[in-house]
């Protein structure tokens, strides 16, 4: 009677190393499975991470080519003209006389700045009015 004991006790013996076994492989394959999951998932991170920078440098390359150089030229250009070589070509102020614009002398409508060489006597008239007698003449 013993055999039979010594045998089931044997046979339970190897069915539990069995299951251990398996429950072992299954564990190590699961394993292998999340490690492969994560790797891929970091290619994935790494390779949507170069194209999001792929995109984002490419735009902004753009902005600066269409937008900034731009306006980096003009402030070039303007960096090299020289303002003060002769300042009252620019901007300046010139009062009405009896002899130039009669007609704008004391009227609040007088602007009288010279821009770029051309004067703006006021925004009714820019050129200012031929007679003494302007239509739109306003006391200060």
Not at 61 to 74: I, K, S
């Amino acid at each position: 009677m013993e055999d039979w004991q010594k045998s089931f006790f044997e046979m339970l013996e190897e069915a539990t190393h069995e299951v251990e076994q398996f429950f072992i492989e299954v564990t190590e394959e699961a394993l292998e499975a999340v490690d492969a999951f994560f790797e891929l998932s970091f290619e994935l991170s790494e390779e949507i991470t170069a194209q999001v920078q792929n995109t984002f440098v490419n735009d902004l390359d753009r902005f600066l080519n269409e937008l900034v150089e731009p306006m980096f030229d003009v402030y070039l250009e303007l960096e090299e003209l020289d303002f003060t070589d002769q300042p009252d070509q620019y901007v300046h102020y010139v009062e009405p006389t009896s002899q130039k614009h009669p007609a704008c002398m004391g009227c609040r409508n007088y602007h009288g700045h010279v821009y770029g060489g051309n004067l703006l006597v006021c925004g009714m008239h820019p050129s200012g009015w031929d007679d003494a007698n302007c239509p739109d003449w306003e006391t200060h």
